[in-house]
């Protein structure tokens, strides 16, 4: 009968030993203890999986598949008990753990490369994750991540919802085209020109480009949308259609940049939210830190190169301090 007990370390560090050579007399030498320990060993872990780990027929021995699939699987989980200690001991004295960080398509492109850049400098091993913010959401709450940006604030027990900036949305559309849009009139006009090239309306981002555009009383015909924001600026500097969107939705399209028209309506006056997200009590001077250097990218640099494209642009982005609880 099958085991389902968690599998012992040390059985299974005799095991990885005696597959490494399939010789359980040269791996009892290298444990240093008996081979008919070493036999034991290895029954008994084949009574916890249910299933032969050995060929013993065969001269020498070999794996069966089960076998190797442990080997594989096993040689991981060793290594990460061995880094286990160390890991710990680095924590005790200050040293900055191992990140898992996730962060929304947007912010990865325009500002993923300068903060892994800082992170990498204190960190003892960092793994990047973009994604959606639902996908990333869920990441968070499986432990998967242990911090997480993204464009909207998580409704989960334990976690802590940092707003790091917000940005406005304004009308783009292909330099040249006309009107210029200042007024939701203007918009209308625009309209009845060019279709809009709309953000998938399974996105978070699409949902809040579609309550912004009914505010306002816009609802224009739904023919044209794209996954990405830099599919979406080069649709329109590609003079297909006009579109919403965000300063730093812009500046991941910025190849198209210099074929479109950023245009400012203050009647459309809605915006979205980057938050930093983070399960209380665990990696808090981390995650205040990584507020900060966020804050720092986007003051310093983010605001820069938004100006290169427009004036206007860096006007519509506000950087919000650290709270504790928001």
């Not at 200690?85 to 191992?98: D, H, L, N, Q, W």
Request: aromatic share 4%; glycine share 8%.
């Amino acid at each position: 009968m099958q085991d389902h007990r968690p599998v012992d370390m040390q059985a299974l560090r005799v095991f990885v030993a005696t597959a490494q050579d399939c010789n359980m007399s040269r791996a009892a030498r290298r444990l240093d203890i008996s081979q008919s320990a070493v036999s034991q060993t290895i029954r008994l872990l084949e009574e916890n999986f249910g299933a032969p780990l050995l060929n013993r027929s065969a001269r020498p021995l070999t794996l069966t598949p089960a076998g190797i699939a442990l080997l594989n699987r096993g040689r991981v989980l060793l290594d990460e008990a061995l880094n286990l200690r160390g890991a710990v001991i680095e924590a005790s004295r200050g040293i900055k753990p191992s990140l898992r960080i996730g962060l929304v398509d947007s912010f990865a492109a325009t500002c993923g490369t300068p903060l892994v850049q800082q992170l990498l400098r204190g960190t003892t091993q960092l793994s990047v994750r973009t994604g959606l913010t639902p996908n990333l959401g869920e990441a968070l709450a499986r432990r998967e991540l242990d911090l997480v940006i993204s464009s909207r604030s998580l409704d989960l027990d334990g976690m802590a919802n940092h707003a790091l900036v917000s940005e406005r949305f304004f009308v783009i559309a292909p330099r040249g085209s006309t009107p210029v849009c200042r007024s939701v009139a203007d918009v209308k006009a625009l309209m009845r020109a060019l279709p809009i090239v709309r953000f998938n309306q399974q996105s978070h981002l699409g949902e809040q480009v579609e309550r912004a555009l009914r505010r306002v009383g816009l609802n224009p015909p739904r023919r044209l949308e794209v996954d990405t924001a830099d599919t979406l600026a080069s649709m329109v500097a590609g003079g297909i259609g006009w579109a919403v969107t965000t300063p730093l939705c812009l500046l991941q399209g910025a190849r198209s940049a210099s074929m479109l028209r950023p245009d400012v309506v203050s009647e459309i006056n809605a915006e979205r939210t980057l938050f930093l997200h983070a399960r209380e009590g665990e990696y808090g001077s981390l995650a205040r830190e990584t507020f900060a250097i966020v804050q720092t990218i986007l003051r310093e640099r983010i605001a820069g190169e938004l100006g290169a494209i427009a004036p206007s642009l860096p006007g519509l982005i506000q950087l919000h301090p650290w709270s504790d609880s928001d």
